[in-house]
């Protein structure tokens, strides 16, 4: 690069040389036209000073914000309780909203507005709401792959203190335990955790599971194979998730009900699975047998093809 | 992209909210300290580095896993003080400002001391008169140290023209403090 000329050329480069800024060439040529020019080598000297004089400045001791600090991490730890992150994505089972907080998956609800302005969440007076797609997309993207039959399991953090009682945690833990693919009823979850006379407590606690879908509360019916009910009135939607996870269902008397006669049954108390063909199998109520799509599911739960009935050599819609 | 839930697999005490506090430890002192020389006042200071922190910890979730925290930290504050200013119209009288970070630097007696050179107490004067930009930028750069490339984030422009900045409000610091040595000079002859 060729000198500068004038003074003002160098101007630049001269501040820039004084506050320590300046590239090495730059800080050199610097140097050669200050040797030459009286002016700007007072200039410079000016701007030294005044560098220092910041540096002064810079150090300048600041009462330490420690107890600043502290307020803010009260205010910060208040905000974590209640700041709720959520997204609305449209799916094939209609709009769906997610909502999470530091822990977890704490909703899924389905929504009729674009905004999610008609949810749940918008009701609550204590939360703080974030809308947040891109924390939440991860957990859109397993759903859509769900749906899709590309996945059949959704191992998401969860965070149940949207749920109404520990009786309500209780029994969405235990129906988190139903593997994809399989069919209890509210009967076996009530005897699941304990307490086999609350069955209709059950229901009740299923019909305002704050998490659907991912705990799938459609895999629960009753005794009898009845679809009973979901999210409200959305019966259809239970039918459709279902459907996703190769479970028919048919309909009598205009009630939608499981198809029995094309799932695999287990009696919760042996070692083996069966097909409906197997003795009395097709009489015990869901529940007391947990029914499976595939064999393949049943699998993989360990159990092993009844030696009666022999599943593994006569599979299902073969 | 960066999620904001801890993963199936991860311990529970490695949740991102403790990865927030240790932000706030390492850069809270900084931030007040750079709001407390924008806004001159201890109060507000603490207000709008409270404001930073829980605006920057709702966007915490979403944010890319290179991003440069402190500079990120810079743009909130730096975006927090400029809606404050905004709000609060204060423009119009920023000679009260100045008043006002006299005062305190008066009350709180290390800073007086650390203060005595009458040349960076006048520098202070100076910094609080200067257009919204130039004050921004020179107190990024020179007292808080962050590279031009931060502060072009903080400022929405150019690194170039964050530096630009920079060197205009040295070039009228510079000038002030002539005309203020010459008066002195006047003086005593």
């Known amino acids: 690069m060729t000198e500068p000329h004038t003074c003002t050329d160098y101007e630049s480069d001269m501040i820039a040389a004084a506050s320590g800024e300046a590239a090495p060439s730059a800080t050199a040529r610097v140097g050669r036209h200050l040797e030459a020019c009286d002016g700007c080598r007072d200039e410079y000297m000016r701007y030294r000073a005044l560098d220092t004089a910041v540096a002064e400045l810079r150090a300048t001791a600041v009462a330490p914000a420690t107890d600043a600090r502290e307020r803010l991490l009260a205010r910060l730890s208040d905000l974590r309780l209640r700041l709720v992150r959520y997204a609305v994505f449209s799916t094939p089972l209609g709009r769906l909203l997610i909502a999470a907080t530091g822990h977890g998956i704490a909703l899924v609800e389905y929504v009729g507005r674009r905004d999610g302005s008609d949810s749940w969440l918008f009701r609550q007076r204590r939360l703080e709401l974030e809308a947040d797609a891109p924390a939440l997309e991860r957990f859109h993207g397993e759903l859509m792959d769900y749906l899709a039959s590309r996945r059949t399991r959704l191992e998401w953090p969860l965070d149940f203190r949207f749920a109404r009682s520990d009786f309500q945690r209780q029994v969405l833990r235990a129906t988190t335990d139903v593997p994809y693919g399989a069919v209890s009823s509210y009967a076996g979850i009530a005897r699941d955790i304990g307490r086999p006379s609350a069955v209709r407590a059950v229901a009740g606690a299923l019909r305002h599971n704050p998490v659907p879908i991912v705990v799938p509360c459609h895999r629960i019916v009753g005794s009898s194979g009845a679809l009973v009910g979901y999210s409200g009135s959305r019966i259809g939607l239970k039918e459709q998730l279902l459907g996703v996870e190769g479970v028919s269902v048919g309909h009598r008397h205009r009630e939608a009900e499981i198809d029995r006669s094309k799932m695999y049954a287990w009696y919760r108390s042996e070692r083996a699975y069966c097909l409906p063909t197997c003795g009395a199998i097709s009489k015990q109520p869901i529940g007391a047998v947990t029914l499976f799509a595939s064999a393949h599911e049943a699998n993989s739960l360990g159990l092993a093809p009844c030696g009666d009935c022999r599943p593994d050599l006569h599979p299902l819609g073969a | 992209m960066m999620h904001a839930l801890p993963l199936p697999n991860a311990p529970p005490d490695a949740t991102p909210s403790d990865e927030f506090e240790v932000i706030v430890l390492t850069h809270h002192r900084d931030i007040h300290r750079y709001l407390r020389r924008m806004t001159g006042r201890v109060s507000e200071a603490?207000?709008?580095?409270?404001?930073?922190?829980?605006?920057?910890?709702?966007?915490?979730?979403?944010?890319?896993?290179?991003?440069?925290?402190?500079?990120?930290?810079?743009?909130?504050?730096?975006?927090?003080?400029?809606?404050?200013?905004?709000?609060?119209?204060?423009?119009?009288?920023?000679?009260?400002?100045?008043?006002?970070?006299?005062?305190?630097?008066?009350?709180?007696?290390?800073?007086?001391?650390?203060?005595?050179?009458?040349?960076?107490?006048?520098?202070?004067?100076?910094?609080?008169?200067?257009?919204?930009?130039?004050?921004?930028?020179?107190?990024?750069?020179?007292?808080?140290?962050?590279?031009?490339?931060?502060?072009?984030?903080?400022?929405?422009?150019?690194?170039?023209?964050?530096?630009?900045?920079?060197?205009?409000?040295?070039?009228?610091?510079?000038?002030?403090?002539?005309?203020?040595?010459?008066?002195?000079?006047?003086?005593?002859?």
């Open chain 2, 46 to 189: 603490e207000d709008l580095a409270q404001e930073t922190f829980l605006r920057a910890y709702r966007a915490f979730a979403g944010l890319p896993p290179d991003t440069n925290h402190r500079s990120w930290l810079y743009t909130i504050a730096t975006n927090a003080y400029r809606n404050h200013l905004r709000s609060e119209r204060r423009r119009k009288t920023v000679h009260a400002t100045v008043r006002v970070i006299r005062r305190e630097v008066e009350l709180d007696g290390p800073e007086a001391r650390a203060l005595a050179g009458e040349v960076a107490s006048v520098i202070q004067t100076v910094i609080c008169r200067l257009p919204l930009k130039q004050r921004l930028a020179f107190t990024m750069r020179k007292l808080e140290e962050l590279d031009y490339e931060s502060i072009g984030a903080s400022l929405d422009c150019s690194a170039e023209t964050a530096r630009a900045h920079v060197f205009q409000a040295l070039r009228k610091i510079r000038t002030i403090l002539d005309g203020h040595a010459t008066r002195r000079a006047r003086r005593t002859s």
